[in-house]
């Protein structure tokens, strides 16, 4: 369970999260686990989530919902999968639930913080290899009419492959596609081995393929370094010239853990960058472009962004816990007759003729800071009361005034995660 109570700056109304559900796990004969967690839940979100519920038609980090009094929403959350061991190397997993790719607080991989989606992944770990093989049924972008209908569906495949260089340093390779057809897996995709671009030029290149890099290194038993490179498409001789040409879209991550920082015990320290290109994730058929019910696979914030994440987390004492985030981004959103490539649903082709002088947050630029402070304190084992501040401000260019949100959050929950309000 997890009940929360809040008030937001001049808002005239409540702020609440009333969740309730139960988790359970466990194994078949030794042999075959299984996961499933189910919620209901009634909310009234910030300002700015309301507002993202109105564009996505999608509650942020979940699906469906239904209007709930006033400005209000109702979800259900179900999740589950079970899990078996087919040989003494390799794992299978089929459900219905989120993943996650990569050892940062965002990935440009694959994130967990959108919509559960139905997969099927195999996991072989070999020598210091791990390799994982994801295949996902997911729904293209929609507007939602009144009355019951049938949602289309989208696939996406993954591989990532990873490899214990040393016993401090581990890399990684990705890629991915998402395709649509007309409601049916392209079994080519199918292949656990084979590279994901051969197979989709040999269909005719009709396809989103990316691919991209990972590392982490761990420094001095309190030290790690981690990062990303997500390639979609690029051609080094517009790199070279640097031009800012449209179709070199890529984007990449750096990061850093501090375990007990500056020898303070339960001190760790995190910071993050991330950086997108404009139109990476985006496709000419907007069926393929790299999302899931109206929200994206991987970075909240699609494409054309940078952002700085930090974060301190501090156990003062064995019952309670400090919880400090700070973002900063920019983002270039779209203006009349100008697709600015941030908008990862928009058709990338819808360009407008212009081709060259793509920067990173170019276009109409937004510009917004969201910091959280937390302070939990363990009534018993996995039963907190949480007390919160939350400011986020954003100005966009062009536009007078700044926009702001305060809110203060109190609320217990039970075997659950804080529930985030993080974009």
Same mark, same amino acid.
């Given at each position: ?13 409540? +702020? ?7 988790? +359970?796990?466990?194994?078949? *004969? ?7 967690? !189910? ?5 009234? /979100? ?5 507002? !993202? ?16 009094? $006033? ?8 999740? /589950? ?6 040989? $003494? ?48 049924? @997911? ?33 990684? +390779? ?15 995709? @199918? ?18 393929? !990316?691919?991209? %890099? ?29 031009? /800012?040409?449209?179709?070199? $879209? ?57 952002? %700085? ?9 064995? $019952? ?5 985030? *700070? !973002? ?8 009349? /007759? ?86």
């Amino acid at each position: 369970m997890q009940f929360n109570v809040g008030k937001e700056q001049d808002a005239d109304d409540a +702020l609440y999260l009333n969740s309730r559900g139960i988790t +359970l796990r466990g194994m078949i *004969a030794k042999k075959v686990g299984f996961s499933a967690y !189910m919620t209901e839940n009634q909310e009234r /979100g910030p300002s700015y989530f309301k507002g !993202m519920v109105n564009d996505l038609r999608a509650v942020p980090g979940m699906g469906f919902y239904k209007s709930f009094k $006033k400005q209000g929403v109702d979800y259900f959350d179900a999740r /589950g999968y079970i899990t078996f061991n087919a040989a $003494k190397f390799i794992d299978f997993q089929f459900g219905y639930d989120k993943n996650f790719i990569g050892n940062g607080y965002r990935s440009l991989f694959l994130s967990d913080w959108g919509n559960s989606y139905l997969f099927a992944k195999i996991n072989t770990r070999i020598w210091k290899l791990n390799y994982q093989n994801l295949f996902m049924e @997911l729904t293209p972008q929609f507007v939602k009419r009144s009355g019951d209908l049938l949602l289309p569906k989208k696939y996406a495949a993954m591989h990532h492959l990873s490899l214990n260089v040393t016993k401090w340093l581990n890399v990684g +390779l990705f890629e991915s596609v998402v395709f649509g057809r007309k409601d049916h897996f392209d079994f080519q995709y @199918l292949n656990p081995i084979i590279f994901y671009r051969h197979i989709e030029g040999t269909l005719g290149s009709p396809d989103n393929a !990316m691919a991209g %890099l990972d590392f982490k290194a761990n420094v001095a038993h309190r030290l790690q370094f981690y990062g990303q490179l997500l390639l979609d498409e690029f051609k080094l001789k517009e790199i070279k010239e640097n031009k /800012g040409w449209w179709a070199n $879209k890529s984007g990449f991550q750096l990061g850093a853990k501090y375990v007990d920082a500056f020898g303070v015990k339960n001190l760790d320290l995190q910071g993050e960058i991330n950086r997108v290109r404009p139109y990476t994730y985006a496709h000419r058929d907007s069926v393929a472009d790299y999302t899931h019910y109206n929200q994206p696979l991987a970075h909240p914030l699609g494409a054309n962004f940078n952002e %700085l994440v930090g974060i301190v987390r501090y156990q003062p004492a064995p $019952k309670w816990n400090i919880y400090a985030r *700070a !973002m900063f981004y920019q983002k270039g959103l779209d203006s009349t /007759g100008y697709n600015a490539g941030g908008n990862i649903f928009r058709d990338y082709t819808n360009r407008f003729g212009i081709d060259e002088g793509y920067e990173i947050a170019g276009g109409k630029k937004m510009t917004a800071v969201n910091a959280l402070i937390q302070l939990s304190y363990e009534i018993r084992q996995n039963l907190f009361f949480d007390l919160s501040f939350q400011q986020r401000n954003y100005k966009i260019e062009g536009v007078q005034g700044n926009t702001g949100s305060s809110m203060f959050i109190a609320g217990v929950r039970l075997n659950m995660f804080k529930r985030q309000y993080d974009y």
